[in-house]
């Protein structure tokens, strides 16, 4: 069981970026997958889901909701994060996980980070 984040890079603010989630030995479409960040000197973020149940919830942080959006191509195994009008703020180390459970794990309002399977992350720098 394998996941694997790529997609990051230097990009301006105002800016648009997609990131990738793709996975192997396992469907991706089975689960949800969430995307967290890492910002330099922060705590890790849980900004998106995306469950597999029903008509595929998704959740979104506050600092994310309008910009960003989770998406799936079961064809290719590989869950997406269109990121647009990036901020500065949003510079950071991008992961995709999953535990592999149908529902996307809110706890309180907030994204929880008690995920099994984790990918490797992919750098996000927003500046001019």
């Known amino acids: 069981v394998q996941l694997q984040a790529s997609g990051g890079g230097l990009v301006r603010p105002g800016g648009s970026l997609r990131l990738s989630c793709a996975a192997s030995?396992?469907?991706?479409?089975?689960?949800?997958v969430g995307w967290f960040r890492q910002a330099p000197g922060k705590g890790r973020e849980g900004i998106s889901c995306?469950?597999?149940?029903?008509?595929?919830?998704?959740y979104y942080a506050d600092s994310v909701t309008g910009r960003f959006t989770i998406s799936r191509d079961n064809a290719k195994n590989t869950v997406y994060l269109q990121m647009t009008n990036l901020k500065t703020d949003d510079t950071a180390v991008y992961f995709c996980a999953t535990d592999r459970a149908t529902l996307c794990a809110v706890v309180g309002g907030s994204l929880s980070d008690g995920m099994r399977y984790w990918g490797k992350g992919t750098l996000v720098t927003v500046s001019s």
């Open positions: 995306v469950s597999s149940f029903g008509g595929g919830e998704t």
């Open positions: 030995g396992f469907r991706l479409d089975h689960y949800a």
